[in-house]
């Protein structure tokens, strides 16, 4: 049978060695009626039988490889060069385990310290780890460390323009604990910060597109106290001064966008930095430099007492498997792309948008809701933008989110984004779809 | 291996160079707001050229299962089939979004829906989530669950969780996350639950038992005979019961998991359903969940409605673990991986990891002892400390010098000097008596040339580091 090597005469030899007489035997503990239940599936198929399967089911999904794609909202269409697939689809990263035995893991050591390195010189940050399940959940623990830093004091304070499925997982991972979520409107310095908030939330730029210059946020926080969280485009940060340099804490973002496929909503990359002064209070895997007896450098994962594994109920997480693959893609990523090439990624979204947003805001009818922004956009429509979504999307033009699919009564905002993978022509295209679409 | 030292990506750059080509701007140029433009960025700037051959060097200073033996215990690390790799590439799955709306994403949400029913089946559940993301993040979603079912119940005062001794650190860690507490119960001298302490724990926690959290087969590699038994007295004493389902591939089509009182449990689909470990991730940490607790799975989840398919959050959900709907991509590999094996293909699967792992531990404990030696489930525990001055450690690390990856090392807690093997059922009979061989000459070479061990690995790109030093005064980046 595929994918196990003992054939019929290995397996007679192995169980006269155990000493038992056949299978039944060898499974004894389970209760025998228990034991070897039905199991209702269809039947094995072959390899290429499998294959194809599958590909009939991917075959029904309407993807940006075909189509005109202006559908962001957390998961982004960004062009991936061929070098990041190459390096990570190599059995030897692939295939390894969490690099516990640092002898035979320097490799993946080495990767993720680079990593580290990389992302905290976007960030601003003076350590990052080595990552979260996504932006989500990096953003829910963030919350949590920032709360182990004052746990006298009880309330956070969140954008109310935050990705609501953001909103969510943090309401989840704080369900069991005694502190307010507590959501503001606007400018993140206006937020009402007392000497009961931990953290300040704010986003660059929000999920509705909204880009500010968030020093004035920041320093509000320290003032309170409080410390600044900030959730980033990773790709911005090309171009556009780091939250390290506005203030921030604690910085957390989706890093899918490097390097990582939009893959329908997983596997993701949770980034995470923060100030050294925090690092002990940091959750997920750190890998820090250290030496043989002999003087060699080497790398190991390090600051291992706030982990689950040696600390147990008192770990600052319970975090273990992370994403690890997706973060050496984004390791890959970002020394191929270098600085020059992450500056121009970051300068071609921001003046692809711009281009979009000044065309779709003189379509009658249609307003461009954002005062500044990056890639993305908030566009107020004349018609329902389900409605308009829904008649482009089956012309391949996929136009963006309509706000209605997380708040119903928003019915007339569009959230348009356009990267460096969208041509002029596509964005043109668009144009003239949402125009006759909405007439 | 790679032995020659690789400078980092930041020491091999080079003013001015770029490794990808970009399209030239097509549209007007915008200006950048003035207060927040970015004036340094410290990236390194290499050629395509110079990037793959920094990170191939790299990947030559690893041990992966492609290249070696890895009989990681309680890790599972098997052979996973490369047809999951092309499936998971796909450009149908791998390029779709997942807010591109339901009706445009059929396809993956079908493959959530049938992949939902087959671990239903598989594991015995009512119903099952996607959603977590990894193990640990399976078993916070279960944790939070018991905790909603007795919130709904108007039962505030249920807090505690049982945990034996021999547990995932996870579990504990997720009990804190979820605001319970863990107490710890021993194991009895079988190495399962002891009956009389899980008693005296619910007594003792009366009134207070939100459940218990149990590893089966435990961490031991053993199958917890009492399993009914122990559902049975926490749901008399008002708790539920999670299933850690980290050792998983002992059991698919040889027992139903939810048939034995489970209420909620977690499978590692990356581990028994086979997705690579990627040097630390990314896995999927589903949960299933029978009657009681179904309604309180977190969300969304796929239904079918008439002709297609929906995404629906439970009816008493927990919420939402993640963004999305989990790791997709893991999801489409353990689709595949489940069409190719069919029911027997995966009742083989647990059949031939159990008999491997019996059969090196008959073997194996002729040279190293087990502290609990009765006929084990996936992996077995056995013990380093077999010479004067010679540590579990230092078998870990002389197996290195001939090319096998170390066992876990000093886990389950309840074992002095632990080394846990599992061996998988991918691999042959030649490595399994290979693996033998080694270790008989090792337990020599710990008596006559205990130098050997202590100085070992010498075969690696470096030796022992100092762990301890390095965590005193931390390097975490790359400073020029």
Request: charge should be neutral.
């Amino acid at each position: 049978m595929p994918f196990v090597a003992n054939s019929n005469a290995d397996r007679a030899a192995m169980l006269a060695a155990v000493g038992v007489k056949d299978m039944d035997e060898l499974f004894a503990d389970i209760p025998a009626a228990r034991r070897f239940p039905r199991l209702d599936l269809p039947e094995a198929l072959s390899e290429l039988e499998a294959l194809r399967e599958v590909e009939a089911l991917a075959a029904k999904n309407v993807t940006a490889s075909t189509c005109a794609w202006f559908l962001g909202a957390g998961a982004y269409n960004h062009f991936i060069p061929a070098v990041v697939g190459a390096i990570a689809s190599r059995g030897e990263f692939l295939t390894a385990y969490t690099p516990y035995q640092p002898e035979v893991s320097q490799g993946t050591l080495q990767a993720i310290f680079e990593y580290q390195s990389m992302a905290a010189e976007l960030f601003g940050m003076e350590v990052v780890n080595a990552s979260h399940y996504d932006g989500a959940t990096a953003l829910a623990e963030a919350v949590l460390m920032a709360w182990h830093n004052a746990p006298s004091r009880d309330t956070v304070l969140i954008p109310a323009a935050l990705h609501p499925e953001y909103k969510d997982v943090i309401r989840t991972y704080f369900s069991a604990f005694p502190v307010k979520v507590e959501e503001y409107r606007g400018d993140p310095s206006k937020a009402p910060l007392s000497d009961k908030v931990f953290g300040l939330v704010s986003a660059y730029p929000e999920f509705e597109g909204e880009l500010r210059d968030l020093a004035p946020a920041s320093a509000a926080a320290h003032a309170a106290g409080a410390l600044s969280i900030v959730q980033v485009d990773p790709i911005m940060c090309g171009i556009l001064k780091s939250p390290g340099a506005l203030g921030a804490d604690i910085v957390v973002a989706e890093g899918q966008a490097l390097g990582n496929a939009m893959n329908y909503g997983g596997p993701f990359l949770g980034m995470m930095g923060a100030t050294s002064k925090l690092v002990r209070k940091m959750p997920g895997r750190i890998v820090g430099e250290a030496k043989d007896h002999e003087g060699r450098k080497g790398f190991v994962l390090t600051l291992s007492a706030r982990e689950q594994h040696i600390r147990r109920e008192k770990a600052v997480s319970n975090i273990c498997s992370n994403q690890g693959l997706v973060m050496l893609q984004a390791c890959v990523y970002l020394a191929a792309m270098g600085k020059g090439g992450l500056c121009a990624v970051a300068r071609l979204c921001w003046d692809k948008a711009h281009y979009a947003a000044g065309r779709i805001g003189a379509i009658p009818g249609f307003k461009v809701e954002n005062g500044a922004f990056f890639k993305e956009f908030l566009v107020r429509t004349p018609v329902p933008a389900e409605a308009l979504s829904e008649k482009l999307s089956r012309r391949c033009v996929v136009p963006g989110l309509p706000l209605s699919r997380y708040y119903p009564e928003r019915k007339n905002e569009l959230l348009v984004c356009v990267t460096e993978a969208c041509t002029k022509a596509q964005i043109d295209l668009l144009v003239q779809s949402l125009t006759e679409a909405s007439k | 291996m790679n032995l020659k030292p690789e400078p980092l990506v930041f020491e091999v750059s080079a003013p001015g160079r770029i490794a990808v080509s970009l399209p030239k701007g097509d549209t007007p140029s915008y200006p950048l707001p003035p207060g927040l433009v970015r004036t340094e960025l410290k990236l390194p700037e290499l050629d395509e050229l110079t990037v793959v051959r920094h990170f191939t060097r790299l990947s030559q200073k690893n041990f992966s299962i492609d290249t070696d033996f890895y009989p990681l215990g309680s890790c599972t690390m098997k052979y996973n089939p490369k047809a999951n790799e092309v499936a998971a590439g796909l450009p149908g799955f791998r390029n779709t979004h997942p807010l591109v709306g339901e009706e445009f994403s059929q396809g993956a949400l079908e493959l959530v829906h049938r992949l939902q029913s087959m671990l239903a089946e598989i594991g015995g559940f009512k119903a099952v989530s996607l959603q977590p993301a990894a193990g640990a993040h399976g078993e916070l979603a279960g944790v939070f669950m018991i905790r909603a079912y007795h919130l709904s119940r108007g039962d505030a005062k249920r807090t505690k969780i049982l945990i034996p001794d021999s547990a995932h650190g996870t579990n504990p860690a997720s009990c804190t996350m979820a605001g319970l507490e863990a107490l710890t119960l021993p194991s009895n001298a079988e190495g399962g639950v002891d009956m009389e302490a899980l008693k005296a724990g619910l007594d003792a926690a009366a009134g207070e038992v939100a459940g218990i959290m149990i590893t089966n087969p435990n961490t031991l590699g053993l199958f917890e005979r009492n399993i009914e038994e122990i559902a049975r007295l926490v749901h008399e004493a008002g708790g539920l019961v999670y299933g850690d389902g980290a050792n998983m591939n002992a059991l698919t089509g040889v027992f139903k998991p939810g048939e034995s009182g489970i209420d909620v449990m977690h499978f590692n689909l990356h581990k028994t359903f086979s997705t690579p470990h990627g040097g630390g991730g990314p896995g999927s940490g589903m949960v299933g969940a029978g009657d009681r607790l179904a309604a309180f799975l977190p969300g969304p989840v796929a239904v079918e409605k008439g002709e297609r398919y929906a995404l629906e959050m439970p009816a008493k959900s927990i919420g939402r673990m993640k963004a999305f709907y989990g790791n997709f991509g893991v999801l489409v590999r353990a689709y595949t991986y489940i069409r190719m094996l069919g029911p027997n293909g995966l009742r083989r699967v647990a059949e031939n990891a159990v008999l491997n792992a019996n059969y090196l531990k008959v073997r194996i404990e002729k040279v190293f002892p087990l502290k609990y030696s009765r006929r084990c489930m996936h992996e077995f525990v056995a013990m380093g400390d077999i010479a004067p001055g010679i540590h579990t450690l230092d078998i870990a690390k002389r197996l290195i010098d001939y090319g096998i990856h170390p066992p876990t090392i000093y886990f389950p807690l309840i074992v002095p000097e632990a080394l846990m093997v599992e061996p998988t059922e991918t691999e042959s009979l030649a490595t399994l008596d290979e693996f033998v061989r080694v270790m008989t000459l090792i337990a020599q070479e710990a008596k006559t040339r205990p130098e050997l061990l202590h100085a070992a690995p010498t075969t690696t790109p470096i030796g022992r580091l100092d762990e301890v030093a390095a965590a005193r005064s931390p390097v975490l980046c790359y400073r020029a």
